[in-house]
Nanobody, 121 residues
Framework: QVQLVESGGGLVQAGGSLRLSCVASGSIFGINAMGWYRQAPGKQRELVGAITSGGTTNYADSVKGRFTISRDNAKNTVYLQMNSLKPEDTAVYYC???????????????WGQGTQVTVSS
């Protein structure tokens, strides 16, 4: 059973920083892409940033220049460094991974349980 476990959320004042981590565990052959999504109350889940196994990244326009996604392939871990946080960044942040169980398997998709990020004004 593949699991994603997030950590690092919390309460921070506007202008502050937080770093989220997500570790994937289980019988994983390889992880293609990992990413962070967020969902604020009453809104749809949206992509924050994603990174491929080769290190190619993409970000939502709203976080470009403030957030940085990175990963440690050896540890099956993805990070999200969030700087210059704004109240509108308040949301539950979810980790996502697309992975294979073997070289011939389908690509699977897994979500973490989510971690709350609250930015006070």
């Amino acid at each position: 059973q593949v699991q994603l476990v997030e950590s690092g959320g919390g309460l921070v004042q506007a202008g502050g920083s937080l770093r989220l981590s997500c570790v994937a565990s289980g019988s994983i052959f390889g992880i293609n892409a990992m990413g962070w999504y967020r969902q604020a109350p009453g809104k749809q889940r949206e992509l924050v940033g994603a990174i491929t196994s080769g290190g190619t990244t993409n970000y939502a326009d709203s976080v470009k220049g403030r957030f940085t996604i990175s990963r440690d392939n050896a540890k099956n871990t993805v990070y999200l460094q969030m700087n210059s946080l704004k109240p509108e960044d308040t949301a539950v942040y979810y980790c996502n991974a697309r992975y294979r169980l073997s070289s011939l398997s389908d690509l699977y998709n897994r979500w973490g349980q989510g971690t709350q990020v609250t930015v006070s004004s």
